[in-house]
């Protein structure tokens, strides 16, 4: 047993990172002044030396080779939500017809894919195909293996020919140089003169649905939009709350083995994995990383999900509302602040009082986080998390932070003077002697809030479940350099340090306590006392977007340098075109399924009882048919009704379609074409109800969420 036990050890060590190009790697493979140079280029953002990326990509080139791979690609995050990737083989031929392994610095640093396909929100005419990709080294590169073989990939930004960022990783490195900046200026005020970069840290779990994928090529909605756009509740949802946490059945185990050991591989420190709340829900959370690394591995997360699932026979569902009637998923965007020699800038200590430079990072926080709840809330918008945010199952479309009492009472003698104490932790006793008293954190949690406040971190709870981390961090990372910078500004022109540190921090708790809220974020009463404090509640996405080109916004993100006014009006084009075309494939996916399946399916089942009746007609018996006629009558009206609501529906989009200017158009099929979509749903899910189960045209809930697993 202790000889498996030691294998195993032995083998997850040997798994851990084996297909990426890590420290350990470059630290074999590279000469070690080529190490080295490379290592001031990411430790300290220097300029990399082309000759310095010869020599690497030779290295590269020799390892992936040794590896297996045939080919490499410069993988990128356009604005689609997906990563891109043009893949180029290694050969190259020689004059005696034969061919030789190459891969140049210049193939490694730049790459060339055509820029006119991928949004850009105008930056680009669709004539003006060049685009580049240019190598980020701060991410270090990776092997994919599939059945097509194995490829070396090469983390990427993606700009336009004329220099524009087109991409989420461009303006994120921005950002998390901007953060960097302004944390360093207020560091050196507090004595601080050994760090050199501040890091922003991020841990993103990541929820989803598995279904049987069989039964999810059989549903015409899942395939088209990520979600069932009908379907009747089933008898049990997630009421007893016996999912959650529960004993995870063992094919989803065996997904989950074949999951973990494909993230590891890949470097991705796959961590916690349990079942979520709602049936065939889960959940998987990662070891914290650099902001960077941490958003490209949720992207590889999000795409191996759905691989390994599919070689298990099963579909992963990441959007944020797959099912009516049960909980939507998300993906808590845990954040921090920390210094490149290991200091949690948001660590409060063990006397949170005492220590004025977590207070000077935390009220930085707050006040980012009221200043600029518009640019947040919207960084947290999509379609699909219009259905999930505010429905008692995720943070509600307000912004709020949550501290706990200990910091809250903190900023309220801060407030009223000086900070002379702080609620301590206490023993919990269990009641159970041969239990030990546990030790009981000064605070406790809420998960009801939105922002909070969890220790030595904040976690941003309302990130859709299907997005990348990259917009919600853009934005934390951005206004958060914005109040560091203006307290800085303070600070380093104050004559007397401790009376204006102690005057900022009370200007910051007094202007911005509105945005601290430790109850239930869930009640009415909240959105009435947010509403007194002028929070504002913005409830869809469409309402959100025009955020992202107010005079504010341009303003901060152009002091930093990290999105331009014309890359944010980009933006702006790209989500609402988004937007309307997710809801119009929605609407055309539910009158596709309403005319060829459903309304087939009700007719034929009106024609069986229609047959039953004349059937025991003609037996000349006396028989009580009044069940069979009122089926009949009632099956026959939502059978009008959902024709009606067809034909409303096509009327409605058609005009949408014709409505001009994109954002009156996102506005129309939110507020037309939408309401109408519900309006269907309800007929066909009323029918469903009704009608005989085997003659049903595609799996119902209960299928999904509970037979088929």
Not at 145 to 160: A, H, N, W
């Amino acid at each position: 047993m202790s000889n498996e036990v030691c294998c195993s050890k032995c083998d997850l060590a040997n798994v851990f990172g084996k297909n990426v190009f890590n420290d350990a790697v470059m630290r074999e493979r590279l000469p070690k002044a080529t190490y080295k140079a490379l290592r001031k280029t990411i430790d300290e953002g220097l300029p990399l030396d082309p000759t310095v990326a010869e020599v690497v990509a030779s290295a590269m080139k020799d390892w992936a080779l040794d590896k297996g791979a045939t080919h490499f690609t410069h993988w990128f995050q356009p604005m689609t939500g997906v990563t891109a990737e043009k893949h180029d083989s290694f050969i190259s031929p020689t004059a005696d017809g034969k061919v030789i392994m190459e891969f140049s610095g210049k193939e490694l640093i730049k790459g060339e894919p055509d820029a006119s396909s991928f949004p850009s929100g105008g930056l680009r005419a669709t004539f003006e195909a060049r685009g580049y990709t240019a190598w980020d080294c701060t991410s270090p590169a990776f092997l994919k293996e599939d059945k097509t073989g194995v490829t070396l990939c090469i983390p990427t930004i993606f700009c336009s020919y004329t220099g524009e960022a087109l991409d989420k990783k461009t303006p994120l490195l921005r950002s998390m140089e901007a953060l960097s900046k302004q944390a360093l200026r207020v560091l050196r005020l507090f004595g601080n003169t050994t760090a050199n970069k501040i890091i922003t840290t991020v841990g993103p779990e990541q929820e989803y649905f598995l279904v049987d994928r069989d039964s999810y090529k059989k549903r015409k909605d899942l395939i088209y939009t990520g979600r069932t756009l009908y379907g009747a509740p089933a008898p049990k949802g997630q009421e007893l709350e016996d999912h959650y946490f529960g004993q995870i059945k063992e094919r989803v185990s065996s997904f989950m083995k074949d999951l973990n050991e494909a993230l590891w591989k890949l470097g991705v420190s796959a961590k916690t994995q349990h079942n979520e709340v709602a049936p065939a829900q889960h959940e998987l959370a990662p070891i914290f990383n650099n902001t960077n690394i941490a958003t490209d591995h949720n992207q590889l997360t999000m795409e191996i999900l759905k691989k390994v699932a599919d070689r298990h026979g099963l579909a992963c569902l990441l959007h944020e509302k797959p099912f009516a009637g049960i909980n939507g998923s998300g993906k808590h965007n845990n954040w921090s602040m920390s210094t490149d020699d290991g200091q949690n800038l948001l660590d409060p200590g063990n006397t949170p009082h005492e220590n004025a430079q977590f207070l000077v990072f935390l009220c930085s926080v707050i006040k980012a986080v009221d200043k600029y709840q518009e640019l947040l809330r919207l960084s947290a918008g999509n379609a699909g998390n219009d259905h999930r945010l505010g429905a008692n199952e995720a943070p509600p479309a307000i912004i709020s932070i949550f501290l706990g009492d200990q910091l809250t009472d903190i900023l309220c003698q801060l407030e009223n003077g000086s900070a002379k104490s702080c609620m301590c932790g206490e023993e919990l006793n269990i009641g159970v002697s041969t239990l030990p008293d546990l030790p009981k954190d000064a605070t406790d949690r809420n998960r009801t809030s939105p922002f909070a406040f969890t220790g030595n971190k904040f976690e941003f709870r309302m990130v859709p479940s299907s997005i990348s981390v990259a917009g919600p961090n853009i934005v934390l990372n951005t206004i958060v350099a914005d109040v560091l910078s203006e307290v800085a500004d303070r600070l380093e022109n104050s004559t007397d340090f401790a009376v204006e540190l102690q005057t900022v921090l009370k200007e910051m708790i007094v202007n911005h306590k509105r945005i601290i809220f430790n109850g239930n974020n869930y009640s009415d009463e909240w959105v009435e006392e947010a509403k007194k404090r002028g929070l504002p509640n913005i409830r869809s996405t469409v309402d959100a977007i025009p955020e992202l080109i107010a005079e504010k916004s341009i303003e901060v993100f152009g002091k930093h340098s990290v999105l331009s006014e014309k890359e944010l009006h980009s933006r702006y084009e790209i989500l609402l075109e988004g937007y309307a075309k997710q809801i119009n494939i929605e609407a055309l996916t539910m009158i596709e399924m309403a005319k060829r399946q459903i309304l087939p399916t009700g007719i034929r089942f009106a024609s069986q009882i229609a047959d039953s009746i004349n059937s025991i007609k003609t037996t000349a018996l006396e028989v009580d048919m009044t069940a069979q006629s009122e089926i009949l009558q009632e099956v026959s009206n939502i059978l009008a009704s959902l024709k009606k609501n067809i034909s409303i529906l096509e009327q409605e989009i058609k005009e949408t379609v014709e409505t001009e200017g994109i954002y009156n158009q996102a506005c129309a099929y939110r507020d037309k074409v939408f309401t109408q979509m519900n309006l269907l749903r309800k007929d066909a899910d009323v029918l469903e109800t009704l009608v005989d189960d085997s003659m049903w045209p595609f799996p119902t809930y209960g299928d999904l969420l509970f037979y088929t697993l």
